[in-house]
């Protein structure tokens, strides 16, 4: 019996996993001329893109994608936009790039790296703890 409970439970698991997962995928949005690597949404409605070609992209929305705002960075292209919460964020990209918000992406404040290496991804766990890895092995925490 105790096998039989395992299992049912297991199977009720592993069910409800697949029926909450999304059902398929669409063309949400279509933005020309950009070159889009990385989004985050900090909730349903609130997300971020990164981008660019030539300059530095990021992309909001507050309405769930069906929308989206644009801000012009001074470097060619960024890679990875992360947030901790609603409000602090960081994105990373080219020349050792690190912009970092406290205000939900209405500001960006350049923090330096110290370094001029393209930059690929970041992660944060808290304020204060995060990393960024890019090209020729860089890993900043």
Request: aromatic share 14%; hydrophobic share 40%.
């Amino acid at each position: 019996m105790k096998r039989l409970s395992t299992y049912l439970a297991i199977l009720f698991i592993s069910t409800s996993q697949i029926l909450l997962s999304q059902t398929g995928w669409y063309l949400a949005s279509t933005l020309t001329e950009r070159h889009l690597y990385s989004v985050f949404f900090t909730d349903i409605n609130n997300g971020y893109i990164a981008g660019g070609f030539g300059t530095g992209k990021i992309l909001k929305t507050t309405d769930g994608g069906s929308t989206w705002n644009e801000t012009t960075f001074p470097c060619f292209q960024l890679n990875s936009v992360f947030f901790i919460n609603s409000n602090v964020g960081w994105t990373v990209g080219d020349n050792g790039s690190i912009y970092k918000t406290t205000n939900a992406g209405v500001t960006w404040t350049l923090q330096s790296s110290g370094i001029t290496q393209l930059l690929n991804s970041v992660h944060f766990v808290n304020e204060n703890a995060g990393w960024v890895v890019g090209m020729t092995s860089t890993i900043l925490k």
